[in-house]
């Protein structure tokens, strides 16, 4: 696939206001803390080794934060002179709804870390935080230098990371991990829907023109950490088979979004989106 995509205008400030300000506006609404779970009531006994194996694997994933936060912020920088200034005033736009998500995101990262521990998943505070830290001393970076594809990225990924707690939630019956899950999957659905509307917002903008982006997404998507953390391949493939999870299932949020997009009325799909569209239904 030709990797090389032409620039693209922003979207406009106030179409990312609009999107942005519910968004952040929804996350204080629905916003929980750590301390209100039932820490007293966490009953480790009805932890299975699967339930144990997956709380590691999301700590590991959730906690690499600072990495996601950098990776957000080098690709869509608010400092710095001599930048056109229609795309800073985006990226400052962003911005505010990047605070709301790494806040969240944070929350996940720190309730999983408490949860290893109080569940005695791991024993040791120092040595938990100095083994996700060796994790976290692995950059994160991902081949999306366009916001669309960016975006497109973030949307599978939320999608694929709800999908993923509700899978879990399913088999697991400790009270306090069912609870965080829920809370958690509210979250990602939130940062999924976010994601979407940005997504859309290019659609409604650049038509079929901002097909090549999403194309290009879905051809190169790995889950965040696939190429780092260490023991991951065999590590996901274990808990996807045993949790019936596949991550490309969130493809299918895609293909709904850009199916929307073709139906309103006066709309025609070109042959780009149409493949776009076919092409995601028939992903592996
Ligand atoms: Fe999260
Ligand atoms: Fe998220």
Same mark, same amino acid.
């Given at each position: 696939?030709?990797?090389?995509?032409? !620039?693209?205008?922003?979207?406009?400030?106030?179409?990312?206001?609009?999107?942005?300000?519910?968004?952040?506006?929804?996350?204080?609404?629905?916003?929980?803390?750590?301390?209100?779970?039932?820490?007293?009531?966490?009953?480790?006994?009805?932890?299975?080794?699967?339930?144990?194996?997956?709380?590691?694997?999301?700590?590991?994933?959730?906690?690499?934060? !600072?990495?996601?936060?950098?990776?957000?912020?080098?690709?869509?920088?608010?400092?710095?002179?001599?930048?056109?200034?229609?795309?800073?005033?985006?990226?400052?736009?962003?911005?505010?709804?990047?605070?709301?998500?790494?806040?969240?995101?944070?929350?996940?990262?720190?309730?999983?870390?408490?949860?290893?521990?109080?569940?005695?998943?791991?024993?040791?505070?120092?040595?938990?935080?100095?083994?996700?830290?060796?994790?976290?001393?692995?950059?994160f970076s991902l081949p999306y230098?366009?916001?669309?594809?960016?975006?497109?990225y973030?949307?599978i990924q939320?999608?694929a990371?709800?999908?993923?707690?509700?899978?879990?939630?399913?088999?697991?019956?400790?009270?306090?991990?069912?609870?965080?899950?829920?809370?958690?999957?509210?979250?990602?659905?939130?940062?999924?829907?976010?994601?979407?509307?940005?997504?859309?917002?290019?659609?409604?903008?650049?038509?079929?023109?901002?097909? !090549?982006?999403?194309?290009?997404v879905v051809a190169t998507f790995r889950m965040p950490l696939a190429a780092t953390l260490?023991?991951y391949r065999?590590?996901s493939?274990?808990?996807?088979?045993?949790?019936?999870?596949?991550h490309t299932?969130?493809?299918?949020?895609?293909?709904?979004?850009?199916?929307?997009?073709?139906?309103? !009325?006066?709309?025609?799909?070109?042959?780009?989106?149409?493949?776009?569209?076919?092409?995601?239904?028939?992903?592996?």
């Amino acid at each position: 696939m030709d990797r090389v995509l032409a !620039p693209q205008k922003p979207l406009s400030p106030s179409v990312i206001r609009a999107a942005v300000g519910p968004a952040v506006r929804r996350g204080a609404e629905h916003s929980w803390q750590v301390e209100s779970l039932d820490w007293a009531g966490l009953d480790a006994d009805r932890l299975t080794e699967l339930d144990r194996s997956a709380v590691r694997f999301v700590t590991f994933i959730e906690d690499h934060l !600072p990495g996601y936060l950098d990776w957000l912020l080098t690709t869509f920088p608010v400092t710095g002179a001599d930048r056109d200034v229609a795309v800073f005033c985006a990226n400052r736009e962003y911005f505010r709804f990047f605070m709301t998500w790494a806040h969240e995101e944070e929350r996940h990262a720190s309730a999983l870390t408490r949860y290893q521990l109080v569940a005695g998943i791991a024993e040791s505070e120092d040595d938990l935080l100095v083994e996700l830290a060796q994790e976290g001393t692995k950059p994160f970076s991902l081949p999306y230098e366009h916001p669309l594809q960016a975006f497109t990225y973030t949307l599978i990924q939320e999608k694929a990371t709800q999908l993923f707690y509700q899978r879990f939630l399913a088999g697991v019956n400790e009270p306090v991990l069912r609870e965080l899950l829920k809370l958690m999957a509210r979250d990602e659905a939130r940062h999924f829907a976010l994601y979407s509307k940005l997504v859309a917002g290019y659609l409604e903008m650049d038509g079929p023109a901002a097909a !090549p982006y999403l194309k290009d997404v879905v051809a190169t998507f790995r889950m965040p950490l696939a190429a780092t953390l260490t023991g991951y391949r065999r590590w996901s493939f274990q808990l996807a088979d045993t949790l019936g999870y596949d991550h490309t299932e969130a493809y299918g949020a895609l293909a709904r979004l850009v199916s929307d997009f073709v139906d309103k !009325p006066g709309r025609t799909g070109s042959d780009d989106v149409l493949q776009l569209i076919d092409s995601l239904g028939r992903l592996p």
